[in-house]
C-alpha cells in the first residue's frame, strides 16, 4: 500500500505516519531524510529519535538520492519516507547554491520509489497558506514540492491530512476504512473529503475529570486569513458585531469570555512574555484561530518558535473541545464531533 500524509508544522502527522507505518507489513524502514546544518536541526532530530524509541524501525539516513535507500533493503516491507519536504531541500539548495533542475530529478527518483516498493508511507509539509512574498528560490521550491506532492498522491491509495492532530481523508476511503478496522476496532477517526460532504468523526465524550480538571469548549474554529470564520461563527450563534473578543499579541485575554478569537495571537502574547499558553478559558467557550502553520519556514527564531508553539497549543484546545470546525472560502467542515 502507498500513503500520502501531509500536514502544517506541529500538526501531529508524523507520530500518525509512525503509527501507520507499523501497521503495514514488517520490515519497517524509517527513512531520515534531515541533514542537520545547525543546533536547531540537531535538536529537531534527537526529538524525532526520542519519538520512535522503542519502536521496531531501521533507520534509514538518506537526505538525498531517495531511490538509494531500497538498496539492500527488504522491498516488501515498509518505507515510511520523514519528509520529502527536506529531501527536496537538500537536493535543490544542498551544494549551497539553488538548483532549478532540483524538483525534476527528485520526482523521477520518487516515481522510481514508488514503483519499486511495496508498501510507502511519505510525509509532507503543507506550504501553501503563506501570504508572505517568497523570493525566486523559495517560490521555486514550494512550486516544486507542490509537483511532487500532486505526483505522489496520484500513485497513493490512500491520501491524508492532518490537522491539529485529526485525520481528513482525500482519497482512499475504502482503504482507509480497512486500516481504522485494524488499527482501533473499525471507530473511525477522520473527516472524509472524498465525496461532497464532510463526514465528522464521532467520539465518544469525556467528562472534565478525564481532561485533567480543564474546561472542555463547545467549539473551536481554524482557518487560514481571511476565510470566513468569524462570519460562521457569528451566523451559527447568533452574534452581534463586537461580541467576539479579539486576541492581542499585547495583552493576556479576558478568559471569562465565551467568544474569543485570533488564539494564535494569544500564543504570541506568552512567548514575548516568557510564559507558558494556559487552557483557561471558559467552560463552553467557542474559541477561533487563524492556521499559521502550513507556510514556509520563517527565518526569525521567535516566528518559527510562534507557529510551532501555535500548532502544539491549538491540538490542545482541539482536544478538549466537543466539535473542530475548520473554514475555508466561508465553507464549514467538521474535523471532529463528539456525540
Known amino acids: 500500500m502507498k500513503i500520502l500524509?501531509?500536514?502544517?508544522?506541529?500538526?501531529?502527522?508524523?507520530?500518525?505516519?509512525?503509527?501507520?507505518?507499523?501497521?503495514?507489513?514488517?520490515?519497517?524502514?524509517?527513512?531520515?531524510?534531515?541533514?542537520?546544518?545547525?543546533?536547531?536541526?540537531?535538536d529537531r532530530i534527537r526529538r524525532h529519535k526520542?519519538?520512535?524509541?522503542?519502536?521496531?524501525?531501521?533507520?534509514?539516513?538518506?537526505?538525498?538520492?531517495?531511490?538509494?535507500?531500497?538498496?539492500?533493503?527488504?522491498?516488501?516491507?515498509?518505507?515510511?519516507?520523514?519528509?520529502?519536504?527536506?529531501?527536496l531541500a537538500n537536493?535543490?539548495?544542498?551544494?549551497?547554491?539553488?538548483?532549478?533542475e532540483a524538483g525534476e530529478r527528485v520526482q523521477e527518483d520518487l516515481e522510481t520509489f514508488l514503483r519499486e516498493a511495496e508498501n510507502v508511507?511519505?510525509?509532507?509539509?503543507?506550504?501553501?497558506?503563506?501570504?508572505?512574498?517568497?523570493?525566486?528560490?523559495?517560490?521555486?521550491?514550494?512550486?516544486?514540492?507542490?509537483?511532487?506532492?500532486?505526483?505522489?498522491a496520484k500513485?497513493?491509495?490512500?491520501?491524508?491530512?492532518?490537522?491539529l492532530g485529526e485525520a481528513v481523508v482525500w482519497k482512499g476511503r475504502m482503504e482507509w476504512d480497512a486500516l481504522c478496522e485494524e488499527m482501533d476496532g473499525g471507530k473511525d477517526m477522520s473527516s472524509d473529503c472524498t465525496g461532497k460532504d464532510h463526514h465528522s468523526r464521532a467520539l465518544p465524550s469525556r467528562g472534565k475529570e478525564e481532561r485533567g480538571g480543564v474546561p472542555c469548549y463547545k467549539e473551536?474554529?481554524?482557518?487560514?486569513?481571511?476565510?470566513?470564520?468569524?462570519?460562521?461563527?457569528?451566523?451559527?450563534?447568533?452574534l452581534a458585531e463586537g461580541e467576539i473578543l479579539v486576541c492581542s499579541e499585547k495583552k493576556e485575554p479576558d478568559f471569562r469570555?465565551?467568544?474569543i478569537s485570533h488564539l494564535e495571537r494569544y500564543v504570541l502574547f506568552c512567548l514575548k512574555k516568557g510564559i507558558k499558553p494556559e487552557l483557561r478559558f471558559a467552560e463552553g467557550a467557542v474559541l477561533l484561530s487563524d492556521d499559521i502553520s502550513c507556510g514556509i519556514v520563517?527565518?526569525?527564531?521567535?516566528?518559527?518558535?510562534?507557529?510551532?508553539?501555535?500548532?502544539?497549543?491549538?491540538?490542545?484546545?482541539?482536544?478538549?473541545?466537543?466539535m473542530v470546525t475548520r473554514v475555508s472560502c466561508g465553507l464549514p467542515s467538521v474535523l471532529k464531533k463528539e456525540v
Not at 155 to 160: E, G, K, N, Q
Request: some cysteine.
Open 298 to 322: 520563517p527565518l526569525d527564531p521567535l516566528y518559527r518558535r510562534w507557529r510551532e508553539e501555535t500548532g502544539l497549543f491549538l491540538r490542545e484546545v482541539a482536544g478538549r473541545s466537543h
Open 257 to 259: 469570555a465565551h467568544f
Open 50 to 87: 526520542g519519538r520512535r524509541s522503542g519502536l521496531p524501525f531501521q533507520t534509514v539516513e538518506q537526505g538525498r538520492d531517495l531511490k538509494r535507500a531500497l538498496e539492500q533493503r527488504d522491498r516488501e516491507g515498509t518505507f515510511l519516507v520523514e519528509a520529502m519536504t527536506s529531501l
Open 220 to 238: 473551536f474554529v481554524i482557518g487560514g486569513a481571511y476565510q470566513g470564520k468569524t462570519a460562521y461563527v457569528r451566523e451559527k450563534y447568533g
Open 91 to 100: 537536493e535543490m539548495f544542498g551544494s549551497g547554491s539553488y538548483d532549478p
Open 121 to 152: 508511507v511519505l510525509v509532507f509539509d503543507n506550504l501553501y497558506l503563506d501570504t508572505t512574498k517568497l523570493d525566486e528560490g523559495s517560490e521555486s521550491f514550494r512550486r516544486a514540492l507542490a509537483q511532487l506532492q500532486i505526483c505522489a
Open 155 to 163: 500513485s497513493c491509495d490512500l491520501c491524508i491530512e492532518i490537522c
Open 5 to 42: 500524509i501531509c500536514g502544517g508544522s506541529k500538526s501531529g502527522k508524523s507520530a500518525f505516519a509512525e503509527r501507520i507505518a507499523l501497521r503495514l507489513p514488517s520490515p519497517h524502514y524509517y527513512v531520515a531524510t534531515m541533514i542537520a546544518t545547525d543546533e536547531e536541526d540537531r
